[in-house]
């Protein structure tokens, strides 16, 4: 990328994203990765290409160079070689068949178990096992995945990060042998992309972005304004008309309201509790 393109590339992303325009120094340091993050998109469907062991590996140190809350280091990865494995993961979930198709499969582990062992080794007491040490270690997974998608993309990759497997975190974690205090966090598809995806626009910053103090300020009329510019981009298919009926106009928020007006892993608070982190 010239300098000239990276700073057209985030002009034209983050116009897209949210829908107003930013000035952009054509001279600032890193600008060709800041047009990568401007302009990422989720990739769902990959070339038959394999991605070399060491590339992969190298990408996972990168991601485990993420920030990590005081140096404690509670996330893992685990990269689902085994074909059977990742079949089994992948019948589980047949609604979304790039988790079978992608090149590479990975799941993000929040670990509570390091610590309260390494407590026992140093004979010390662990008086923290509380709802705080389940929050670092997600905390920790989010980062090491977010950090892998951005090495990831960085050498022309693409990913899908897939929480879906929680809605089996039971099964998904008896295949892949976790131990107590050890849970997924979400599952990552990883390839060479097949085609170029598209840039999904995001809430405005007017919405996200704050000074001082949280300001929602006219909330019903930027989700409004939001739905409308979004909708203009790109239309959504309705999201179960047969239970929810014909919108006059349907946009994300709709979408969004269908989508959380149906439970949804109801029992994964049990299910974590059961894998032995206290939740208080
Ligand atoms: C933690 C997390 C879990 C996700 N889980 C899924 C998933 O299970 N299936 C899926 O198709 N996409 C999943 N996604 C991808 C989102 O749908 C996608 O990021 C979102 O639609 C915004 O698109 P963008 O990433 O291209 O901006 C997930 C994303 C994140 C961050």
Same mark, same amino acid.
């Given at each position: ?29 890193? =600008?060709?990765? +800041?047009?990568?993050? !401007?302009? /990422? ?5 990959? #070339?038959?290409?394999? &991605?070399? *062991? ?107 990060? =897939?929480?879906? +497997?929680?809605?089996? !975190?039971? /099964? ?5 042998? #976790?131990?107590?205090? &050890?849970? *997924? ?96």
């Amino acid at each position: 990328m010239t300098q000239q393109n990276s700073a057209d590339i985030i002009r034209e992303a983050l116009a897209l994203r949210f829908g107003e325009s930013f000035a952009i120094d054509e001279t600032l340091p890193g =600008i060709d990765e +800041i047009a990568r993050i !401007a302009s /990422r998109r989720v990739h769902r469907r990959y #070339l038959d290409r394999s &991605v070399e *062991p060491a590339l992969l590996r190298l990408l996972c140190a990168c991601a485990l160079s993420a920030p990590t809350k005081s140096d404690l280091q509670q996330a893992d990865i685990i990269s689902v070689n085994d074909a059977d494995k990742r079949r089994a993961i992948a019948d589980l979930i047949p609604d979304q068949p790039f988790i079978r198709s992608a090149p590479i499969f990975l799941v993000f582990l929040a670990n509570g178990r390091r610590l309260p062992e390494i407590a026992k080794l140093r004979a010390k007491p662990f008086p923290n096992d509380h709802l705080d040490l389940f929050f670092n270690a997600t905390v920790d997974a989010a980062l090491v995945l977010a950090t892998f998608t951005r090495a990831a993309e960085a050498v022309g990759l693409g990913c899908c990060p =897939i929480s879906v +497997i929680r809605d089996h !975190a039971a /099964r998904v974690s008896e295949l892949l042998a #976790l131990p107590p205090r &050890v849970v *997924p966090v979400a599952g990552l598809c990883v390839g060479w992309p097949a085609e170029p995806g598209h840039i999904s626009p995001r809430l405005p910053l007017a919405s996200t972005l704050h000074q001082d103090r949280y300001d929602e300020g006219d909330l019903a009329g930027r989700i409004d304004a939001y739905d409308r510019r979004r909708a203009a981009i790109h239309s959504y298919r309705p999201r179960d008309p047969a239970r929810w009926g014909a919108a006059s106009f349907y946009g994300w928020s709709e979408d969004k309201a269908r989508q959380y007006g149906v439970p949804q892993r109801a029992d994964f608070g049990a299910f974590v509790r059961k894998q032995g982190f206290c939740l208080d």
